[in-house]
Structure formats: C-alpha cells, structure tokens
C-alpha cells in the first residue's frame, strides 16, 4: 500500500463524516468504492499524496477506471495542472461519460478563455443531468457572465421543468429575452414577485440587468440601437429597492 504518513490510531472512525466514509475506505481496506457515472460522485480530497492510492483503482472495472480518472483529475486541477486535469476528465468520459467529469471540463476551458468548448461541457452535462439545480445555475451563470445570447434563450430546452422556475433560472432566461429583444418578457420579470437567495453584495447580475433593460428601452423608444448615451443615461438614477447590490455607486 501507498504511504500516506496516517500512523494507525491517529484519527477517530466516529469522528469522519459520511460523505468522507469512501475515502476512509480507501485508507482501510485499499478500495475506494466507484458511484455510477450518474450517481453524486461524493466529496473531494485535493492531496497530491492520494494519487498513488487512486492510482492502484483502475483496474477495478469501468466505474472505478472513469471514477479514478475524475478523482485524479480533480487533484490535479488543484495543484494548478490544468491540462493535466484536461487529459484525466477526457479519459473519464471515454470510459464513460458523466455529467461531473462534463462540468468539471467546462470549468476548466473557461477559465482557459475557451468559452466555446466550455459550453460545449456544460451542455453535455445538462443532457446527462438536466434535473441538477446546481448544475442548471452554475450553467446560467456561465451564460450570463458570457452574453451567449443564442445559448440563454436556449436554455430552457437543456434542463429539466421543475427548474425553470428558480430565481436563477429566471434571471437567465431575463437575460436571454434582453439579448434577443423581447424587452416584454423583460419587464415581466422585473414585474413579477421574486427572490434570490443566494445573491450577495457585490453580486451585480440583477442591477446589471436592470440598467441594461433601462438602456434598451431609451433605446427602443428612439427607434435606434443601444449607444453609450442610453448605458450611462439608465445609470443616472438608481436601480428600485431589492434590485441593488452594488459594493460602490458609479459617480
């Protein structure tokens, strides 16, 4: 077995929590058992010194040779080898594919500046799992983040209906009205009662949208395209109550 400088008796089995109850498996019995590709792949450890233990996994059958190459993949991208970690989640999905080691890919391209496969990822992974509400908002967010604008007002297509109704989901889908010009859809949104939860300060999605569609609608009423006089007038008041999140005011 691979050392992992664990002396025996070092740490309390009580103590471990049960999404780390595989990789205490793992330390024990030398196995670490494999999910199916789409099954919550569990959690994570990050240490170089796991790789000779994943290492001996492989050849435990297909779900262990795809799970082992996300797992090593993983460890890698955190010791900031990108393209390593590339290489290791490709390997997993020829195994068998899987919607983690599909996000995992789109991760990782974008941040690379390859927005195009990094989409390309994410909606593979949406086809395996359209119903991952983290999955879908993470995707969102990509989207918006890009103003992928074919690809926002497609997105109510990829994943699963229960989801569409989500803040996030709704926020995406606002965006992709504003980029397509239905400024209608647009003010039902802003109409509409919502909440996002997980928004903090600094967050500026929402206010953001909001001045965009302050923008085209100066705009639309002039009958000419969005300019910078329309941007920095929308921006001369602010957004209503609830909807501002900025961490300065622009002067």
């Not at 509409?192 to 939860?197: G, K, L, M, T, V």
């Amino acid at each position: 077995m691979p050392n992992l400088d664990i002396a025996e008796g070092l740490y309390l089995r009580e103590s471990v929590a049960d999404g780390e109850n595989t990789w205490l498996e793992l330390l024990e019995k030398g196995k670490l058992p494999a999910p199916e590709a789409g099954e919550d792949p569990g959690e994570f450890c990050v240490g170089l010194q796991w790789k000779p233990w994943l290492a001996n996994q492989e050849a435990g059958g297909v779900c262990n040779a795809r799970h082992t190459s996300l797992l090593l993949g993983i460890i890698e991208y955190n010791a900031n080898k990108v393209q390593e970690a590339i290489q290791l989640w490709n390997k997993s999905n020829a195994i068998e594919p899987s919607a983690w080691a599909h996000r995992n890919l789109a991760v990782a391209y974008a941040e690379l500046g390859q927005t195009d496969k990094a989409w390309e990822h994410y909606s593979k992974a949406l086809a395996l799992l359209p119903s991952q509400r983290y999955l879908a908002i993470e995707a969102a967010d990509f989207l918006i983040d890009h103003k992928r604008t074919k690809e926002l007002s497609a997105l109510v297509s990829k994943i699963d209906p229960s989801l569409r109704s989500l803040p996030r989901i709704r926020l995406a889908l606002a965006y992709g009205a504003l980029f397509a010009g239905r400024l209608d859809e647009v003010e039902r949104f802003f109409a509409s009662p919502f909440r996002i939860e997980d928004i903090r300060e600094g967050d500026n999605a929402l206010t953001d949208l909001w001045f965009d569609f302050q923008a085209a609608k100066r705009a639309a009423a002039e009958g000419v395209p969005v300019n910078d006089s329309h941007k920095d007038s929308a921006r001369n008041g602010p957004p209503p109550k609830g909807f501002d999140f900025r961490m300065h005011i622009e002067s």
